[in-house]
Protein backbone atom coordinates (compact mmCIF):
# COMPACT_ATOMS: atom_id res chain seq x y z
CA UNK A 1 0.00 0.00 0.00
CA UNK A 2 1.32 3.28 -0.71
CA UNK A 3 2.04 5.97 1.91
CA UNK A 4 0.75 8.95 2.21
CA UNK A 5 3.19 11.60 4.14
CA UNK A 6 1.15 14.41 5.84
CA UNK A 7 2.21 17.65 4.78
CA UNK A 8 3.53 20.54 7.29
CA UNK A 9 3.63 23.97 5.70
CA UNK A 10 5.82 26.94 6.97
CA UNK A 11 3.45 29.93 6.81
CA UNK A 12 4.51 32.92 5.56
CA UNK A 13 2.44 35.17 7.90
CA UNK A 14 1.99 34.71 11.57
CA UNK A 15 -0.90 31.94 12.04
CA UNK A 16 -2.42 30.77 15.16
CA UNK A 17 -3.91 27.09 16.00
CA UNK A 18 -7.37 26.70 15.53
CA UNK A 19 -7.68 24.26 18.32
CA UNK A 20 -5.30 25.69 20.85
CA UNK A 21 -4.75 29.09 19.95
CA UNK A 22 -1.18 28.93 20.14
CA UNK A 23 0.96 31.12 17.97
CA UNK A 24 2.74 32.65 16.08
CA UNK A 25 3.33 28.71 14.41
CA UNK A 26 6.12 28.60 13.06
CA UNK A 27 5.25 25.22 10.93
CA UNK A 28 1.50 23.70 10.92
CA UNK A 29 -0.93 21.46 8.89
CA UNK A 30 -4.31 22.86 7.50
CA UNK A 31 -7.39 20.99 8.48
CA UNK A 32 -10.73 21.95 6.51
CA UNK A 33 -8.84 24.88 5.53
CA UNK A 34 -7.75 25.77 9.03
CA UNK A 35 -4.48 26.01 10.76
CA UNK A 36 -3.66 22.95 13.10
CA UNK A 37 -0.08 23.24 15.41
CA UNK A 38 2.19 20.26 15.72
CA UNK A 39 0.98 19.02 18.88
CA UNK A 40 -2.87 19.07 17.92
CA UNK A 41 -1.91 17.19 14.76
CA UNK A 42 0.17 14.64 16.80
CA UNK A 43 3.54 15.49 14.62
CA UNK A 44 5.03 17.70 17.55
CA UNK A 45 6.97 14.71 18.77
CA UNK A 46 8.71 14.66 15.33
CA UNK A 47 12.10 16.50 14.59
CA UNK A 48 13.50 18.53 11.36
CA UNK A 49 15.92 17.39 9.01
CA UNK A 50 16.46 20.49 6.36
CA UNK A 51 16.42 18.55 2.75
CA UNK A 52 20.54 18.51 1.52
CA UNK A 53 21.69 15.17 2.70
CA UNK A 54 20.13 12.50 0.07
CA UNK A 55 21.35 9.73 2.15
CA UNK A 56 20.76 10.87 5.79
CA UNK A 57 17.60 11.80 4.48
CA UNK A 58 16.36 8.65 3.04
CA UNK A 59 17.54 6.43 5.90
CA UNK A 60 15.83 9.10 8.25
CA UNK A 61 12.38 8.60 6.64
CA UNK A 62 12.77 4.54 6.16
CA UNK A 63 13.35 4.18 9.71
CA UNK A 64 11.05 6.85 10.88
CA UNK A 65 6.96 4.91 11.61
CA UNK A 66 5.83 8.60 11.24
CA UNK A 67 7.12 11.62 8.50
CA UNK A 68 6.35 14.41 7.34
CA UNK A 69 6.98 16.78 3.98
CA UNK A 70 7.52 20.16 4.80
CA UNK A 71 6.81 23.04 2.26
CA UNK A 72 6.56 26.81 2.46
CA UNK A 73 5.51 28.82 -0.49
CA UNK A 74 7.70 30.50 -2.92
CA UNK A 75 5.34 33.70 -4.08
CA UNK A 76 8.41 34.68 -6.88
CA UNK A 77 7.45 30.61 -8.38
CA UNK A 78 4.11 30.54 -7.01
CA UNK A 79 4.64 27.01 -6.26
CA UNK A 80 5.12 25.19 -2.57
CA UNK A 81 8.88 23.48 -2.32
CA UNK A 82 10.47 21.35 -0.38
CA UNK A 83 11.91 22.50 2.68
CA UNK A 84 12.77 19.18 4.92
CA UNK A 85 11.02 16.00 6.62
CA UNK A 86 9.73 15.66 10.01
CA UNK A 87 11.19 12.30 11.26
CA UNK A 88 11.33 10.74 14.30
CA UNK A 89 14.19 11.32 16.92
CA UNK A 90 15.17 8.11 17.26
CA UNK A 91 15.44 7.47 13.63
CA UNK A 92 17.57 10.74 12.57
CA UNK A 93 20.22 9.39 15.08
CA UNK A 94 20.00 6.28 13.41
CA UNK A 95 20.67 7.47 10.30
CA UNK A 96 23.32 9.83 11.13
CA UNK A 97 25.25 6.79 12.72
CA UNK A 98 24.55 5.19 10.07
CA UNK A 99 25.73 7.54 7.73
CA UNK A 100 29.13 8.20 9.68
CA UNK A 101 29.67 4.64 9.35
CA UNK A 102 30.17 4.24 5.44
CA UNK A 103 30.92 8.10 4.97
CA UNK A 104 33.94 7.56 3.44
CA UNK A 105 32.26 5.15 0.84
CA UNK A 106 29.55 7.32 -0.17
CA UNK A 107 32.70 9.81 0.00
CA UNK A 108 34.26 8.16 -3.02
CA UNK A 109 31.36 7.20 -4.67
CA UNK A 110 30.47 10.63 -4.98
CA UNK A 111 34.11 11.27 -6.37
CA UNK A 112 34.13 8.80 -8.63
CA UNK A 113 30.35 10.23 -9.90
CA UNK A 114 32.07 13.80 -10.34
CA UNK A 115 34.97 12.56 -12.03
CA UNK A 116 32.34 10.64 -14.82
CA UNK A 117 30.18 13.28 -15.12
CA UNK A 118 33.30 15.70 -15.66
CA UNK A 119 34.40 13.62 -18.48
CA UNK A 120 30.86 13.27 -20.00
CA UNK A 121 30.49 17.53 -20.05
CA UNK A 122 33.71 18.18 -21.70
CA UNK A 123 32.97 15.44 -24.46
CA UNK A 124 29.84 17.10 -24.88
CA UNK A 125 31.60 20.27 -25.24
CA UNK A 126 34.66 19.16 -27.62
CA UNK A 127 31.99 17.48 -30.11
CA UNK A 128 29.87 19.89 -30.21
CA UNK A 129 33.60 22.20 -30.97
CA UNK A 130 34.28 19.85 -33.81
CA UNK A 131 30.92 20.34 -35.27
CA UNK A 132 30.43 24.05 -34.90
CA UNK A 133 34.12 23.90 -37.07
CA UNK A 134 32.73 21.21 -39.21
CA UNK A 135 30.10 23.85 -40.57
CA UNK A 136 31.85 27.40 -39.95
CA UNK A 137 35.18 26.28 -41.15
CA UNK A 138 36.53 29.86 -41.30
CA UNK A 139 35.65 30.45 -37.43
CA UNK A 140 38.44 31.15 -35.17
CA UNK A 141 38.85 28.43 -33.22
CA UNK A 142 38.90 29.92 -29.75
CA UNK A 143 35.35 31.65 -30.63
CA UNK A 144 34.63 28.36 -31.51
CA UNK A 145 35.38 26.97 -28.16
CA UNK A 146 34.13 29.65 -26.26
CA UNK A 147 30.45 29.08 -28.06
CA UNK A 148 31.05 25.33 -27.57
CA UNK A 149 31.49 25.84 -23.63
CA UNK A 150 28.74 28.37 -23.29
CA UNK A 151 26.51 26.57 -25.39
CA UNK A 152 27.08 23.52 -23.08
CA UNK A 153 27.64 24.89 -20.09
CA UNK A 154 25.66 22.00 -17.22
CA UNK A 155 22.04 22.93 -15.86
CA UNK A 156 22.15 26.06 -18.26
CA UNK A 157 18.99 24.34 -20.50
CA UNK A 158 21.59 25.74 -23.71
CA UNK A 159 21.77 24.06 -26.71
CA UNK A 160 24.10 21.54 -26.05
CA UNK A 161 21.66 20.23 -23.61
CA UNK A 162 18.89 19.85 -25.40
CA UNK A 163 18.31 16.73 -27.63
CA UNK A 164 18.59 18.78 -30.80
CA UNK A 165 22.64 19.80 -29.53
CA UNK A 166 23.58 16.78 -28.12
CA UNK A 167 22.15 15.02 -30.98
CA UNK A 168 24.14 18.05 -33.40
CA UNK A 169 20.88 18.99 -35.17
CA UNK A 170 22.19 21.73 -38.20
CA UNK A 171 19.46 24.11 -36.93
CA UNK A 172 20.41 23.67 -32.92
CA UNK A 173 24.07 24.08 -33.57
CA UNK A 174 23.61 27.08 -36.18
CA UNK A 175 21.26 28.79 -34.14
CA UNK A 176 24.23 28.66 -30.69
CA UNK A 177 26.52 30.44 -33.17
CA UNK A 178 24.02 32.46 -34.26
CA UNK A 179 23.01 33.49 -30.62
CA UNK A 180 26.91 34.08 -30.01
CA UNK A 181 27.46 36.49 -33.46
CA UNK A 182 24.42 38.70 -32.44
CA UNK A 183 25.74 39.33 -29.02
CA UNK A 184 29.24 39.97 -29.67
CA UNK A 185 29.26 40.95 -33.31
CA UNK A 186 26.57 42.87 -33.42
CA UNK A 187 25.13 46.29 -31.35
CA UNK A 188 21.96 43.70 -30.64
CA UNK A 189 22.47 44.24 -26.52
CA UNK A 190 22.89 47.81 -26.40
CA UNK A 191 19.21 48.29 -28.87
CA UNK A 192 17.77 45.91 -25.93
CA UNK A 193 19.15 48.35 -23.25
CA UNK A 194 17.98 51.47 -25.09
CA UNK A 195 14.17 49.64 -25.39
CA UNK A 196 14.13 48.69 -28.41
CA UNK A 197 12.23 45.48 -28.29
CA UNK A 198 13.64 41.99 -28.84
CA UNK A 199 12.08 41.10 -31.87
CA UNK A 200 12.83 44.60 -33.69
CA UNK A 201 16.42 44.41 -32.54
CA UNK A 202 16.91 40.85 -33.99
CA UNK A 203 15.14 41.83 -37.52
CA UNK A 204 17.35 45.01 -37.75
CA UNK A 205 20.23 43.17 -37.38
CA UNK A 206 19.25 39.90 -39.51
CA UNK A 207 21.74 41.13 -42.44
CA UNK A 208 24.60 41.71 -40.35
CA UNK A 209 24.42 38.62 -38.72
CA UNK A 210 24.00 36.56 -41.98
CA UNK A 211 27.04 38.30 -43.07
CA UNK A 212 29.07 36.95 -40.65
CA UNK A 213 27.54 33.49 -40.71
CA UNK A 214 28.30 33.09 -44.73
CA UNK A 215 32.16 34.33 -43.65
CA UNK A 216 32.65 31.63 -41.50
CA UNK A 217 31.37 28.87 -43.74
CA UNK A 218 33.06 26.94 -46.46
CA UNK A 219 33.91 28.77 -49.53
CA UNK A 220 31.45 28.10 -52.28
CA UNK A 221 28.91 26.71 -49.78
CA UNK A 222 25.18 27.16 -49.73
CA UNK A 223 22.99 29.01 -47.48
CA UNK A 224 22.46 25.85 -45.05
CA UNK A 225 26.32 24.97 -44.94
CA UNK A 226 26.76 22.18 -46.93
CA UNK A 227 29.49 22.31 -49.73
CA UNK A 228 28.01 22.27 -53.46
CA UNK A 229 30.85 20.06 -54.92
Same mark, same amino acid.
Given at each position: ????????????????????????????????????????????????????????????????????????????????????????????????????????????????????????????????????? &? @?? !?? %?? #?????????? /?? *?? $?? +??????????????????????????????????????????????? &? @?? !?? %?? #?????????? /?? *?? $?? +???
Amino acid at each position: MDLVAPVVVEPLRRRRCSECLQGPLDRMIVEFNAPVCLDCADLGHLVFLRRGDTALTRRAREGSTLWAVVVRHNRRRTRYERQGLLVEEAALAEAELSCLADAEARARRRARDAARRAALDVEITEVLRAEIL &R @LF !PS %IP #ADRATEIAVH /AS *AK $GS +GRVGRTAAGRSLDRGAVTAAVRASVRHVDTPYDTLLMQGVPRHQART &R @LA !PA %IE #AVLRAWRRDG /AD *AD $GR +GRG
